[in-house]
């Protein structure tokens, strides 16, 4: 540790104003388990909050997403059969392989920045 | 607390809070510090009761930030600066506090009685650091109740060393030119 000799030169007042600042060490009594016991509940407050948030949004999600799943055959079954044909789908149209890897990269720079915002 | 724990330093107390959010590490360094924290905020803020409660929010503060301490320079500087942003943090929301206060009617001289008993010495302290500003209170207090040296007090305050010490010449001569040093008892 390198001592800064012009942090060391005192005069009388420093001297002074030293004896006046100085006070008795201040006793735990109990503080720092106060403080403890505040980090363990945020830990457990941190850890919690996810799940209760994800099953809260499932709860509030399930009724309209059962709606729409049963409205999808519905759907189905008014759309014309030369919309809905699968059969009939040229292969150009579907997903060629840059475009999964794309997609792909997508999602995990997306988590990536998700988790990074988490933390 | 066993004597294995004691011996660790901080260093390596911060390091296993960081690695494995150690509660108990954590409780180690707070109870290393706690005294020399909650001096710094009673003397700051002449108010025992509102320095202890300041005092559990640094600690918490410390506890969100602890990942950011690198390591340069020692923990307790690093701890007071937590302390003093938590206090500057707070007199703010005060401020705003007693403006309301004030606009409503109310007299804000409640936390007055709230002040514990203090001895004489105490309250000379309290016209000391009453011709100061804020800064240089906190200035003085880290450097002559904390024993914190200029480069120290320049981690915590958030100042370069050389404002560090024209801050304290200056509150010296203020102290001077005020009060008659010499006229107060000293222990």
């Known amino acids: 540790m390198i001592i800064n000799m012009a942090d060391r030169l005192k005069d009388d007042t420093d001297l002074k104003l030293e004896s006046l600042f100085r006070s008795q060490p201040v006793q735990d009594d109990g503080f720092s388990v106060k403080v403890v016991s505040r980090v363990r509940r945020r830990i457990w407050v941190r850890r919690l909050a996810m799940p209760v948030a994800l099953t809260i949004g499932t709860l509030i999600a399930a009724k309209p997403l059962l709606q729409l799943a049963s409205a999808i055959p519905k759907l189905l079954m008014i759309v014309p059969d030369s919309m809905s044909g699968l059969d009939n789908l040229p292969l150009s149209s579907l997903p060629q392989n840059t475009t999964v890897i794309f997609g792909a990269m997508l999602l995990f720079a997306v988590m990536m920045v998700g988790k990074m915002l988490e933390d | ?187």
Request: glycine share 4%.
């Open chain 2, 1 to 187: 607390m066993n004597s294995a724990v004691d011996e660790t330093s901080d260093h390596e107390l911060v390091a296993k809070v960081v690695a494995q959010q150690d509660a108990t590490a954590f409780g180690e360094l707070v109870r290393r510090h706690q005294s020399q924290i909650r001096n710094f905020l009673r003397k700051l803020t002449r108010d025992t009761v509102l320095a202890d409660d300041l005092a559990q929010d640094a600690f918490l503060h410390a506890w969100n930030k602890l990942h950011t301490y690198a390591g340069k320079g020692t923990f307790i500087g690093w701890l007071l600066k937590v302390a003093y942003t938590t206090f500057l943090q707070s007199k703010r929301k005060s401020s705003r506090y007693n403006e309301i206060l004030e606009e409503a009617g109310h007299d804000a001289d409640a936390r007055s009685s709230r002040q514990t008993e203090e001895s004489d010495e105490i309250s000379d302290l309290d016209k000391f650091l009453a011709v100061l500003t804020n800064d240089e209170r906190a200035v003085m207090i880290l450097s002559y109740a904390c024993g914190l040296s200029h480069r120290e007090i320049g981690d915590a305050a958030d100042l370069p060393i050389g404002t560090v010490k024209s801050v304290i010449f200056r509150s010296k001569e203020k102290i001077r030119e005020s009060f008659d040093i010499d006229d107060h008892k000293y222990g």
